[in-house]
């Protein structure tokens, strides 16, 4: 396989494709001199190489698509870069998005790799914690540790803050790379002058495999679309869920700090009973609580919202969807 020049937009390609995927452009390949030629012409316009004679295939019958009402489309589509009629419409939409940036292709994977490389954040910072204060405490010369305790106390602190805000991210990277995706295809499609709904309707009716991430990313972001107001939503509640979670980490550090510092100048320095510090412990737990509230009853009324929205542009396909999961579901 070899990169070529669309010979009309110029864009780098395969050889071996049968459409530019940048403009749509139809175009064919020499074998003999390496000519690109627009269309699929009889014979090379260089060479007077002649192309085989493709044969013709059968009509296949068209799947019904439901008229889209004139809202579901604010701006005024352009001719579409691409509007394949295949059963694998959908998939070619979400490869398309997906191969115009590395971002965009492999968003799921960084979203994976940046949650595990918190989690061993996580555990180095509390085993770092853990090896500062059992060092002071085995301290045998009580002058030293008394001399000691604040710089434990700063190295606690920082390992803490550290942990926190590993904590809180992995809380919302998930939503973060959903959102991302779902506004990042969003402005693909407009900018491409696409309408996904056939496409959605030939998934709905046809496709077998069930690639539920990828349909929700195109679900949403075709409603996005169609609804000025759904990308407000979706903004609100990504980062009222970041002020949650961040407030969660600030209460959780500061009650590690203190809960530490407690036990080592009163516990091990003047050996009184440990008394747990709640206080902060309870504003965590309110943080945590508010972050679930918001992230299940948020996105369940902006789920609502886009049901209703599918159920007016598309009637019925999504209870076809939902039949094929419960087929699907039956036979694993």
Not at 27 to 55: L, R
Not at 258 to 276: A, D, H
Request: proline share 7%.
């Amino acid at each position: 396989m070899a990169l070529i020049s669309c010979p009309e937009c110029g864009a780098q390609i395969s050889d071996e494709a049968k459409l530019c995927v940048h403009c749509g452009c139809t175009f064919t390949v020499c074998p003999e001199c390496k000519a690109v030629t627009v269309g699929k012409p009889p014979h090379c316009p260089s060479c007077g190489f002649a192309f085989p004679v493709q044969p013709v295939a059968a009509a296949q019958p068209a799947v019904p698509v439901q008229p889209v009402p004139p809202y579901a489309l604010p701006y005024a589509p352009a001719p579409p870069v691409m509007q394949p009629q295949s059963a694998t419409a959908f998939d070619n939409y979400v490869a398309m998005w997906e191969n115009s940036s590395p971002l965009r292709k492999n968003y799921a994977k960084i979203s994976r790799a940046i949650g595990i490389v918190f989690d061993i954040l996580v555990t180095v910072m509390m085993a770092l914690m853990m090896v500062s204060i059992i060092g002071w405490k085995n301290d045998q010369d009580a002058l030293a540790s008394l001399f000691k305790a604040e710089g434990v106390l700063s190295s606690v602190k920082t390992y803490a803050a550290v942990a926190c805000c590993c904590i809180a991210i992995s809380m919302v990277k998930n939503t973060f790379a959903g959102t991302y995706a779902e506004i990042s295809m969003s402005n693909w499609l407009r900018a491409n002058h696409i309408d996904p709904l056939p496409a959605m309707a030939q998934y709905y009716g046809m496709e077998t495999d069930m690639e539920m991430v990828n349909f929700s990313t195109l679900h949403t972001a075709a409603y996005m679309n169609a609804d000025s107001s759904a990308r407000g939503r979706e903004y609100a509640m990504l980062f009222g869920l970041l002020a949650l979670a961040a407030g969660f980490a600030v209460a959780l550090g500061v009650c590690v700090v203190e809960n530490v510092q407690y036990y080592m100048l009163n516990t091990v320095m003047l050996e009184l009973p440990f008394s747990f510090q709640f206080v902060s412990l309870l504003v965590a737990i309110a943080f945590l609580a508010a972050f679930a509230v918001l992230y299940l009853a948020g996105y369940r009324a902006i789920g609502k919202k886009e049901n209703a929205w599918l159920d007016q542009v598309m009637p019925g396909m999504r209870e076809k969807l939902e039949n094929k999961i419960d087929e699907v579901i039956d036979k694993m």
